[in-house]
């Protein structure tokens, strides 16, 4: 088994599982486990493969991603009324599934297409995406209105992944440092709350005072 199927099983099945805490917090049945896991696991995957036109997508091709993500959410299912911490549990695994995606994703947009742009692309939007359905789905806070660094890490561990394989460097290193690199960035933003700078509104003028100082400038 490749390093990358490595990576892609176990960013499905960290990210299944942080669909299926998601359940457990709305306090869900099965197959609402089921569903979130699946949504979760899958929903990045999904729309890079179709955005670079690999269709049937990989989960059509390879019933075994669906399997995983039934895994993870029977899983969470009949255990998750024992971590108290559910949500920190949470964030730390969609940290992990953020960092092994991020590397997959950009190594398949390479692959497609031979062209680092892409590959940053490709890998941002499946680490990032999932994560999205998922807190649309349960009504959670979604990661986009965070103020916490999250979708920098994703492009940040792309983005390293590429720089790497640009330098020739062995698949093995090449992907440990992209995964390095954004779990790092996403870690220190849920421990130490790593922001990057944020719009900072200024008061607009009166209409009136705006029309004045066209005339002025006439």
């Known amino acids: 088994m490749s390093l990358l199927t490595i990576l892609d099983y176990a960013g499905i099945a960290v990210f299944a599982a942080t669909g299926a805490l998601a359940a457990s917090r709305k306090e869900l049945d099965l197959i609402g486990f089921l569903f979130l896991a699946a949504v979760t696991g899958l929903g990045g995957g999904t729309l890079r493969d179709i955005i670079l036109g690999r269709t049937p997508v990989f989960w059509v091709l390879d019933p075994t991603y669906i399997l995983i993500c039934v895994t993870a959410g029977i899983f969470v299912f009949c255990t998750a009324h ?19 995606y991020s590397v997959l994703g950009a190594a398949k947009g390479l692959a497609a297409t ?23 789905l349960a009504n ?19 983005g390293g992944f590429t720089a790497a394989h640009a330098l020739d460097l062995p698949l093995q290193v ?7 690199v954004a779990f790092a960035l996403r870690g220190g933003a849920i421990h130490y709350g790593w ?14 005072e705006a029309i004045k100082g066209s005339r002025n400038r006439k």
């Open 195 to 208: 922001t990057l700078p944020r719009y900072r509104p200024r008061p607009g003028r009166h209409p009136d």
């Open 114 to 136: 031979d062209s680092p742009t892409i590959a940053i692309v490709a890998g941002t939007l499946t680490a990032a995406f999932g994560g999205i359905l998922r807190d649309l």
């Open 174 to 180: 090449s992907s440990g440092f992209g995964v390095i």
């Open 140 to 158: 959670e806070p979604s990661v986009l209105l965070r103020p916490e660094i999250y979708i920098t890490a994703a492009l940040a561990g792309a």
């Open 82 to 100: 024992r971590v108290e911490w559910r949500y920190r549990l949470l964030i730390w695994l969609d940290a992990v599934g953020l960092a092994a």
